[in-house]
């Protein structure tokens, strides 16, 4: 089946550029998506690219997507202390069977 | 964006006990509602798809009998454990789609279960 993986821990100091990857190994993706979730809360969708786009960009986040490797990264750029949480990449084909990937616990040092 | 709202957020209860959790799209209708589990440091395994009008869609694995989906309105899924145990104890995560074809998928705040 899909199969969507991220590694599991990530730490940066404050202020810093923090990168999250994730592959993929479903081909029909069109859907590729990001989410945070804070410690006992609900996952808040954070952004989500086609994939026909190879990037995206919004205030301090960047997506990218490599879809021939199918390689999907998330840059926080001026990493702060309130980004400290578990990021999710996710894939779907057209909004249907969403998979989802182990999330990725990110940790901001001051 | 669109907001999905659960209730309860957090809910103790007796072994036995049977708990509903109500999963809402606010300002938005869903056809289609997805009931999710997360167990501690876990990532979310989809339980079943709950589909406005008609019987949910259960993963391979989720007992239908043990957890009722109800999705009577298209602002409204609920999900019901029955005769709760302490196995059954997790945080369980709604989501809706406000669009389906744009791939959008909105989630609740989650509900956290403990069964004494």
């Known amino acids: 089946g899909e199969d969507v993986e991220q590694s599991l821990f990530l730490s940066v100091r404050e202020g810093d550029s923090s990168v999250i990857n994730c592959t993929y190994t479903?081909?029909?993706?069109?859907?590729l998506y990001w989410y945070k979730q804070e410690p006992g809360a609900g996952l808040q969708l954070l952004t989500y690219?086609?994939?026909?786009?190879d990037m995206k960009q919004d205030q301090r986040l960047t997506v990218l997507l490599n879809k021939k490797d199918k390689h999907l990264s998330l840059r926080i750029a001026d990493t702060q202390t309130g980004d400290s949480a578990i990021y999710f990449c996710?894939?779907?084909?057209?909004?249907?069977?969403?998979?989802f990937g182990p999330g990725t616990r990110l940790s901001v040092l001051p | 964006g669109a907001v999905v709202s659960q209730h309860p957020s957090w809910v103790i209860c007796k072994s036995g006990t049977s708990v509903k959790i109500e999963c809402r799209s606010l300002?938005?209708?869903?056809?289609?509602m997805f009931w999710y589990r997360q167990f501690p440091k876990q990532s979310l395994m989809l339980m079943a798809t709950?589909?406005?009008?008609?019987?949910?869609?259960?993963e391979q694995g989720v007992e239908k009998d043990k957890f009722l989906i109800n999705h009577a309105s298209l602002t409204l899924s609920t999900l019901t454990v029955t005769s709760a145990h302490p196995e059954d104890s997790s945080f369980y995560i709604c989501?809706?789609?406000?669009?389906?074809?744009?791939?959008?998928?909105?989630f609740g705040e989650g509900s956290r279960l403990t069964v004494l």
């Open positions: 690219i086609f994939s026909n786009m």
């Open positions: 709950s589909n406005e009008g008609s019987k949910a869609t259960y």
């Open positions: 989501s809706a789609a406000a669009q389906m074809n744009t791939g959008e998928l909105f």
């Open positions: 479903d081909s029909s993706s069109t859907y």
């Open positions: 300002d938005f209708q869903a056809t289609t």
């Open positions: 996710a894939e779907s084909d057209y909004g249907q069977n969403f998979v």
